[in-house]
């Protein structure tokens, strides 16, 4: 699905289904993410550049989010209908330690 993107190129890569996060390695800590339904509170995005902004076809309604290795795996279940917009925004575009999902 990602294969071809090069992360040098940013830190974000979108298809039409999905949507490929590059963010720090374990090594250097854990990331911490946020998944929001709507809106968020402005001081929550106090910092974040927004990195990804699109429509996902969603034949389900849900948003499943997980590492390359899926050790981790969250499903989340949206109201939108066949597709869902989903904006992700990040702390550090080199180093992101920090991820808020905004659905809607």
């Known amino acids: ?10 830190v974000a890569h979108v298809l039409t289904d999905s949507v490929a996060l590059q963010v720090q390695n374990g090594v250097d800590g854990p990331v911490d993410i946020a998944i929001y339904e709507g ?24 948003l499943r989010l997980h590492d390359p290795n899926d050790y981790v795996s969250l499903v989340v279940q949206s109201a939108e209908s066949d597709s869902l917009r989903v904006q992700i925004f990040v702390d550090d575009e080199e180093f992101v330690g920090r991820v808020i999902v905004l659905l809607g």
């Open 1 to 10: 699905m990602h294969a071809e993107w090069n992360s040098e190129d940013g």
């Open 39 to 62: 809106s968020v509170e402005g001081l929550e995005m106090a910092g974040l550049s927004r990195v990804a902004d699109v429509t996902l076809e969603s034949m389900d309604e849900r």
